[in-house]
């Protein structure tokens, strides 16, 4: 049985992750380096510096948006951005890293878990709260740590706990809308080797997601593809860090390639 975390679980994965982010930047021969990376989003060109600059940011963002509570939109660019940008000497750009995460922790204590914020997920299952936030906070840290340690030639994988309940966000909160899906219908499982399932149902009615949980003389249907692998490597996957072929995956690849083309907001 795996632990379903809560508001002060994920308050503490924040803070682990954040203070692994800092130790692998900590690390880096220079601030100048290329971060190394997969990520579909990122520039070619980014470095070091500018890696933890979009972090830091997103960080100080994010507090802000859970600070506002309710609302229609994020709070204007002034409430979270100086205009000065991060330090660019290392001990000062740590240091504002580490405000950066202690602004958004702050936030969040001071919220708890079930005070309603704006969210850009509104077309999922997940929460409009900040304990929504807070759970989101986590694979994000946790995949830029990623990259830093990859960066710096120390990549680790992630923890269960980080990894289980982050692809199940990953699911739920990013995957899950009522767009139609613009392909043929399609039903996709993913398996993490710790035992724990997804199954991602693709239709005109949109991405409906499900924990998959077999029972004993109960018929599942059958899925188009699938994708076994560790909770970590699915994540990694998720986020465009590893390829496909990292995963043993079954039936038909194609959507796959599909899932990851797929702009829902377009």
Request: charged share 25%.
């Amino acid at each position: 049985m795996h632990k379903i975390l809560r508001f002060p679980d994920h308050l503490r994965l924040i803070n682990e992750r954040s203070a692994a982010f800092r130790a692998a930047v900590a690390a880096a021969p220079s601030l100048d380096v290329p971060v190394l990376t997969s990520d579909p989003h990122a520039s070619p060109e980014r470095t070091l510096f500018d890696l933890v600059q979009h972090v830091g940011m997103a960080r100080r963002k994010s507090a802000a948006i859970v600070a506002a509570g309710p609302a229609d939109a994020p709070p204007e660019k002034s409430a979270w951005d100086d205009g000065m940008g991060a330090p660019r000497e290392r001990e000062a750009l740590l240091a504002w890293w580490t405000e950066s995460v202690e602004q958004l922790t702050s936030a969040l204590r001071e919220a708890g878990p079930n005070r309603g914020c704006w969210t850009w997920w509104d077309d999922s299952p997940s929460p409009q709260t900040s304990g929504a936030w807070a759970r989101r906070q986590v694979p994000e840290i946790a995949v830029y740590t990623y990259d830093v340690q990859l960066t710096v030639g120390a990549p680790q994988p992630l923890s269960d706990e980080v990894a289980l309940d982050g692809f199940d966000d990953c699911q739920f909160t990013l995957c899950a809308t009522t767009v139609a899906w613009p392909h043929e219908p399609a039903i996709v499982d993913y398996h993490a080797t710790e035992g724990r399932s997804w199954r991602l149902r693709l239709s005109q009615d949109g991405a409906q997601v499900a924990h998959l949980t077999p029972v004993a003389g109960e018929d599942h249907d059958t899925a188009d593809a699938s994708a076994r692998g560790t909770a970590s490597d699915l994540v990694l996957f998720f986020y465009g860090r590893i390829p496909l072929d990292s995963l043993e995956v079954e039936g038909d690849r194609r959507i796959f390639d599909q899932l990851a083309a797929w702009d829902p907001s377009v």
